[in-house]
């Protein structure tokens, strides 16, 4: 009898291990449920010891938010929050947000896992996600009691942790202010189970023998529904969650990865390929069919700077391999774009100093009897307005927002909308060479009551087209240049003195005196 038990222990040894032990070394990953923009979170160690969240945002693109979503590349990532040296035990995502499970403390004698959470949302600048809140984590509902974390798992919309409270599986729900105890069903064995999700339902898989069974739970009736077929295994299986069934994904005996899909339809074969590895952890981005996974790599002192975490993508209906390889992290300004800038930065310093250094003309120059030179503050505002409605015309036909041409956002943009910005320097210069020499004036004059003429006593004429141009390339391409206006005592500014033409406006009526007033 004893022989037998021993038998029995070794053979139940035999089935666990596999299953769990490969990825135990493996960082965290979790991806929110979404058929439109599923994103994945990480945590791994930087070269400090120090954890960090990771963002793995969407491979596809969003429209139709308030911030348009780009896709990012594969093998993108961006670092979102240092969180010290204490490991979490279990993250999982809903949406935009991450939960974070902490190992227990003790507060006033009570046992406590602390849970926090943050929300990641897509920024002004294209390609880069904001967290929320900046500066910390937002506090949850911690798990109180004496139980040990068995498994975190979040459907679409709902938080979910099982428990092992001394030999006896519970489950609790995330409500608004605590968690809440869900009633197992009495049939499952709960030995060995785990937790995963199809869409906004939550399964709750038995795998304590040869075949996995799994039960569904309707938070609607409170009802749990077995799935008609149980799962039969292999090495190292991970069950992953997935929009509309469950993804598994195991392996055979040389290393080739199999990925079933299992539902209430029944098990169906996706793919099966020698690429991906036992030892990551895997994750399912349903909205750009993406199966993204993380791996620590043994160190290598003769190359450190390759690093030891390694991330893995692969389409998920045929696990070809999109990447593999150290995270990319995500930069506001890519090797070609920080030459753009270098160049226009050097060409705007350059015109600068030409301005600079050009000796004024000795001639003096004169104002139309009827105008008075036009003060700093309408020609700023005049400027502003030309600036809005040419940014606006051109963000209308590239499809970009002003405020990013304004703000110069378009240039860390990952995909070309910068070529927007020498297009509105472009058309600027066209559109104010044109108006100024033949209507003397640019719709941010014609609004402010301005307007440009040559620099002559006698009658009013507009600029010539080469006055008119020259005093745009000053205002377009040179803009620190012609801000020199703004504290010239003439408020005049390099370009007005290279052209021979001011910006005026009428001459105020003088008020009668005050001995002729009614």
């Known amino acids: 009898m004893p022989m037998r038990a021993l038998i029995s222990f070794f053979v139940a040894l035999l089935i666990a291990s596999p299953i769990v032990s490969a990825q135990s070394d493996a960082p965290l990953i979790a991806a929110s449920i979404s058929d439109s923009s599923a994103r994945a979170w990480t945590i791994y160690q930087n070269t400090q010891e120090?954890?960090?969240?990771?963002?793995?945002?969407?491979?596809?693109?969003?429209?139709?938010?308030?911030?348009?979503?780009?896709?990012?590349?594969?093998?993108?990532?961006?670092?979102?929050?240092a969180l010290g040296s204490?490991?979490?035990?279990?993250?999982?995502?809903?949406?935009?947000?991450?939960?974070?499970?902490?190992?227990?403390?003790?507060?006033?004698?009570?046992r406590l896992m602390r849970v926090y959470s943050a929300t990641a949302l897509p920024g002004s600048v294209g390609g880069l996600w904001v967290i929320d809140p900046p500066t910390r984590l937002d506090a949850e509902p911690a798990i109180r009691?004496?139980?040990?974390?068995?498994?975190?798992?979040?459907?679409?919309?709902?938080?979910?942790?099982?428990?092992?409270?001394?030999?006896?599986?519970?489950?609790?729900?995330?409500?608004?202010?605590?968690w809440v105890d869900i009633e197992l069903p009495d049939s499952i064995n709960t030995r060995r189970l785990d937790l995963v999700a199809m869409g906004d339902r939550l399964a709750l898989v038995d795998r304590s023998g040869p075949a996995f069974a799994a039960y569904v739970y309707d938070a609607t009736t409170l009802q749990w529904t077995p799935l008609p077929d149980t799962l039969p295994i292999g090495l190292h299986t991970q069950l992953i969650p997935g929009e509309r069934a469950i993804g598994a994904l195991d392996w055979d005996e040389d290393q080739a990865a199999r990925l079933r899909v299992w539902s209430e339809s029944g098990i169906f074969q996706y793919a099966t390929q020698s690429g991906p590895p036992a030892d990551a952890r895997y994750a399912l981005l349903d909205s750009s069919d993406t199966l993204v996974g993380v791996r620590t790599l043994p160190a290598d002192p003769e190359n450190p700077e390759q690093g030891t975490v390694e991330l893995l993508e692969y389409d998920a209906r045929t696990l070809a391999e999109r990447f593999r390889g150290p995270p990319v992290?995500?930069?506001?300004?890519?090797?070609?774009e920080f030459r753009f800038l270098v160049g226009m930065m050097m060409l705007i310093m350059l015109g600068v100093l030409v301005v600079v250094i050009l000796p004024d003309r000795t001639d003096a120059m004169s104002i139309p009897e009827s105008c008075v030179l036009a003060d700093p503050g309408r020609r700023l505002i005049a400027t502003m307005l030309d600036a809005v409605i040419?940014?606006?015309?051109?963000?209308?036909?590239?499809?970009?927002?002003?405020?990013?041409?304004?703000?110069?956002?378009?240039?860390?943009?990952?995909?070309?909308?910068w070529a927007v910005i020498p297009i509105t320097i472009i058309t600027g210069l066209t559109m104010g060479t044109l108006g100024e020499w033949l209507l003397g004036l640019t719709p941010g004059k014609l609004l402010m009551g301005l307007r440009v003429v040559r620099a002559q006593p006698d009658v009013i004429q507009h600029p010539r087209f080469w006055s008119a141009l020259v005093r745009n390339i000053v205002k377009w391409v040179l803009p620190p240049v012609a801000a020199l206006a703004l504290i010239d005592p003439e408020t005049l500014h390099r370009g007005d003195r290279a052209s021979r033409s001011l910006v005026v406006m009428p001459r105020p009526t003088p008020l009668p005196p005050a001995d002729d007033q009614g």
């Not at 945002?57 to 993108?76: D, K, L």
């Not at 949406?95 to 003790?106: A, S």
């Not at 992290?329 to 070609?336: G, I, M, N, Q």
């Open 86 to 110: 204490r490991d979490p035990l279990a993250i999982a995502a809903i949406g935009d947000r991450v939960y974070l499970v902490y190992p227990p403390t003790y507060a006033e004698s009570t």
């Open 329 to 336: 992290a995500s930069a506001p300004v890519t090797p070609e």
């Open 50 to 81: 120090e954890n960090i969240l990771v963002l793995i945002a969407p491979r596809n693109e969003v429209s139709g938010t308030r911030v348009p979503i780009e896709a990012a590349p594969p093998g993108q990532v961006q670092a979102m929050r």
């Open 390 to 417: 040419v940014a606006s015309l051109v963000g209308w036909a590239f499809d970009v927002s002003a405020s990013e041409i304004l703000t110069l956002a378009v240039i860390v943009r990952p995909d070309n909308a």
């Open 145 to 178: 009691g004496e139980a040990v974390l068995v498994d975190l798992q979040a459907t679409r919309d709902t938080l979910y942790a099982l428990l092992n409270d001394d030999g006896t599986a519970r489950l609790l729900q995330l409500q608004t202010t605590d």
